[in-house]
């Protein structure tokens, strides 16, 4: 069995630096005042639905200000470009979805659990379905490689976070010897695939009951993939 991969705890915004998308040791700026909380969220609201809209390539700065009903000068006073900007737009779906798998179940049972962990998963996807499905686009079509690395390395996250529930289950054992690395990274790519088709790409958003429909077949499928344990005395 592999060695397990070891990643330390950080917040998203830590995540954006160590990709390169935000400098280290960036100044922290000034906290704004009532007004220009406002202002900053009225900008971001606009980016999110422009970005939704037109896609990440097509979108301009001008087409954020026209729509916040802002001057472009009100802008550059809260984001230095138009991936700062998209960053702010992805934050608060992101990190509902890094909290939507590192929440705890309320259910009794793995297979109940498991259902779920994946439906909390894709109904949290599918809140911020637009701007999270952008994500995919500005890692392939961005000259800025820090995008790719950021989609990577949340990936890598969620599959860690898999893996080591994996390796609990194998150390209780409650499941028998495998690759986990390589079914950690099966079943990640799996749930990925299925919100991002299922849920990201839809004209609309599916509604609550599919989702719940969704949630059940991926949890059922992560709880077939375990690997029986294997019974004592044949270790």
Same mark, same amino acid.
């Given at each position: ?11 998203? !915004? ?6 390169? %998308? ?7 700026? @000034? ?16 980016? +999110? ?24 000068? /009100? ?7 138009? !991936? !700062? ?10 990190? #509902? ?17 498991? +259902?779920?962990? /994946? ?11 637009? +701007? %999270? ?10 000259? /800025? ?5 950021? *989609?990577?390395? %949340? ?9 080591? *529930? ?7 054992? #409650?499941?028998?010897?495998? !690759?986990?690395? %390589? ?23 599916? @509604?609550?009951?599919?989702?719940? #429909? ?7 499928? *992560? ?13």
């Amino acid at each position: 069995m592999s060695a397990q991969r070891q990643i330390p705890p950080r917040t998203l !915004d830590d995540v954006y630096t160590h990709v390169g %998308l935000v400098e280290p040791g960036a100044a922290t700026p @000034k906290r704004p005042n009532k007004r220009g909380e406002l202002t900053r969220e009225r900008i971001v609201q606009a980016a +999110i639905e422009c970005f939704s809209e037109y896609g990440y390539t097509r979108t301009r700065v001008s087409d954020i200000t026209h729509r916040a009903k802002t001057a472009q000068g /009100n802008f550059y006073r809260h984001f230095t470009d138009l !991936d !700062d900007v998209f960053l702010a737009a992805m934050h608060t779906g992101l990190q #509902e979805l890094s909290e939507a798998t590192s929440r705890k179940t309320t259910t009794s049972g793995e297979l109940e659990a498991l +259902i779920e962990v /994946n439906r909390t998963y894709l109904h949290a996807y599918s809140r911020h379905r637009h +701007i %999270l499905r952008l994500l995919r686009e500005a890692a392939a079509a961005s000259a /800025n490689e820090g995008f790719q690395q950021l *989609w990577l390395q %949340l990936r890598d996250d969620f599959i860690a976070r898999t893996r080591r *529930w994996l390796q609990k289950l194998h150390d209780r054992g #409650e499941i028998g010897d495998t !690759d986990l690395d %390589l079914l950690a990274e099966s079943l990640g790519c799996m749930t990925e695939q299925m919100a991002y088709v299922h849920v990201g790409l839809p004209a609309s958003t599916p @509604k609550r009951e599919r989702i719940d #429909e969704l949630g059940r077949a991926l949890g059922e499928v *992560w709880f077939r993939a375990l690997p029986p344990a294997t019974p004592a005395g044949e270790h």
